[in-house]
């Protein structure tokens, strides 16, 4: 048997053998590739129409972002509603 602590939680579990192991082992590498290759390539471009805000992180604040609709830029964050507030710098 096997004892895991996590924080407050212990548990008890079997160990696996050698055999088990490699199995699963083999089965992450099938899934890790299987992500990889389900992944968008560099260079993948997504068309939106200019209606539609695209955002991204403000590079001078962590805690901002930069809403780009059609030609504007606009530095805000969002409220605890997923609204868009507009704010200074």
């Given at each position: 048997m096997t004892v895991v602590s996590i924080g407050g939680v212990?548990?008890?579990?079997p160990t696996p053998t050698e055999a088990e192991l490699k199995e699963r082992l083999a089965e992450s590498a099938r899934v890790?590739?299987?992500?990889?290759?389900?992944?968008?390539?560099?260079g993948v471009?997504?068309?939106?129409?200019?209606?539609?805000?695209?955002?991204e992180a403000d590079s001078k604040d962590?805690?901002?972002?930069?809403?780009?609709?059609?030609?504007?830029?606009?530095?805000?964050r969002?409220?605890?509603?997923?609204?868009f507030i507009q704010v200074k710098r």
């Amino acid at each position: 048997m096997t004892v895991v602590s996590i924080g407050g939680v212990t548990v008890e579990v079997p160990t696996p053998t050698e055999a088990e192991l490699k199995e699963r082992l083999a089965e992450s590498a099938r899934v890790m590739r299987a992500f990889a290759d389900a992944m968008p390539r560099r260079g993948v471009r997504l068309n939106f129409p200019d209606t539609t805000p695209l955002y991204e992180a403000d590079s001078k604040d962590p805690n901002l972002v930069v809403r780009k609709l059609g030609k504007t830029r606009t530095l805000g964050r969002f409220d605890k509603k997923g609204r868009f507030i507009q704010v200074k710098r």
